[in-house]
Each structure stands twice: as structure tokens, then as C-alpha cells.
T-cell receptor, first 110, second 115 residues
Framework: DAKTTQPTSMDCAEGRAANLPCNHS???????VYWYRQIHSQGPQYIIH???NNETNEMASLIITEDRKSSTLILPHATLRDTAVYYC???????????FGAGTTVTVRA | GAVVSQHPSRVICKSGTSVKIECRSL??????MFWYRQFPKQSLMLMAT?????????EQGVEKDKFLINHASLTLSTLTVTSAHPEDSSFYIC???????????FGPGTRLTVT
């Protein structure tokens, strides 16, 4: 069973904020939400993770709803180099494994 | 994050031969390493988990005698594809984890083509 649901694809304008949604309605109380991205023909890159509070780092912001059933990854100023497949993953903190779904293919256009 | 390298980045081999792929954690003591496989236009599929000094744990459907994994040190794991066939052609990616954080850091991947 898929633990997360993401749109298949989305286009973003360069320089604008990109908001990537993710549904995880069956998330357990101790499971974290992780985001990775994979640029074509490269290994995945860690972006950010969170439990219940909103998080921000140099790459992105993560907004998690109060009921934790969904989240949004925000790329504040999308660039062409942000074109990639973005994966939202729910993970038990006691389990190192990551289960990758299909992700969202994000295309940033000039 | 951790810096992870893989060697080679691309390899072409003939059917029936074996090929070894190295995964190195350059600045991080990786207690656990993972090997993934990714077919074109598909997502990553976990093949196996290896802990330093112990036998790897393979995911269901992955043949342990075909995909030999050795995790001899905290900085090196190898994946050997034995008796390779064209259907083994894929993008193989390793990742490392360990230390205080639970983030996985991925290598750049190895493109294997079996002719």
C-alpha cells in the first residue's frame, strides 16, 4: 500500500515559489515526513524532513498540516536546476529503510 | 551531508560476465549501506541492506546469489552482479546512513548495460 500520494507532474515558473503537495492520511504518530529529489541520471538528494512542526532549511520549507495527513514542500524561488522528480516519503524513525513511490516530476520553465 | 561516491559511473559488460560496483562513504562512517536499483522511468527499488561486518539482508525477490554484497568496512560496500544478463541492465544506486542522524545520503549511481 502506498503511504503517500503525490501529483504525477507539475510545471513551475522560474523565480516563482513551487508548492509540492503530498497526502499521507495514514501516517502514524511517530512517523516522519521526508522529501528527496532526483535530478535526471543522478542519485537522490535529501531535501528536508519533519515530524509535526514546520521546517525550513537552505533548500526548502516543509509545511505539515496540524492533523499531519498532508504536507507541502515549498521551493521559495525555483530555478531551472530544480527540475527533478520529488519524492515525499513517510518513515518510521526506527527503520532506516526508505520506500520510494512514483514522486512528482517537477519541470521549471524559464 | 555525507559525500558518497560510486565506481564506476558507467559500465558495459557482456552477458554472462560479472561486474563489481563500489560504494564509498568519503567523510562519514556508514554503519548501514543500502543498494537500490532503478529501471528507466521507474522509481528506486530497494535491493538490500548491509551492515558493516555482517551479511546483507535482501528484499523479497532479490537473488542473494546473483547480487553479492560485501560491506567490509565503515566506508566501503561492494555490489557484484554475477552472471549478468541484459535484464540486469539498470541504474544501481547506493546510500549510506549512520551516526546521529537518520538521513540517507545517496551516491551518484552506476549505469550498468549488459549486452
Amino acid at each position: 500500500d502506498a503511504k503517500t500520494t503525490q501529483p504525477t507532474s507539475m510545471d513551475c515558473a522560474e523565480g516563482r515559489a513551487a508548492n509540492l503537495p503530498c497526502n499521507h492520511s495514514t501516517i502514524s504518530g511517530n512517523e516522519y515526513v521526508y522529501w528527496y529529489r532526483q535530478i535526471h541520471s543522478q542519485g537522490p538528494q535529501y531535501i528536508i524532513h519533519g515530524l509535526k512542526n514546520n521546517e525550513t532549511n537552505e533548500m526548502a520549507s516543509l509545511i505539515i498540516t496540524e492533523d499531519r495527513k498532508s504536507s507541502t514542500l515549498i521551493l521559495p524561488h525555483a530555478t531551472l536546476r530544480d527540475t527533478a522528480v520529488y519524492y515525499c516519503i513517510v518513515r518510521d524513525p526506527n527503520d532506516y529503510k526508505l520506500s520510494f513511490g512514483a514522486g512528482t516530476t517537477v519541470t521549471v520553465r524559464a | 551531508g555525507a559525500v558518497v561516491s560510486q565506481h564506476p559511473s558507467r559500465v558495459i559488460c557482456k552477458s554472462g560476465t560479472s561486474v563489481k560496483i563500489e560504494c564509498r562513504s568519503l567523510d562519514f562512517q556508514a554503519t548501514t549501506m543500502f543498494w537500490y536499483r532503478q529501471f528507466p522511468k521507474q522509481s528506486l527499488m530497494l535491493m538490500a541492506t548491509s551492515n558493516e561486518g555482517s551479511k546483507a539482508t535482501y528484499e523479497q525477490g532479490v537473488e542473494k546469489d546473483k547480487f553479492l554484497i560485501n560491506h567490509a568496512s565503515l566506508t566501503l560496500s561492494t555490489l557484484t552482479v554475477t552472471s549478468a544478463h541484459p535484464e540486469d541492465s539498470s541504474f544501481y544506486i547506493c546510500s549510506v546512513t549512520g551516526g546521529r542522524s537518520y538521513e540517507q545520503y545517496f551516491g551518484p549511481g552506476t549505469r550498468l548495460t549488459v549486452t
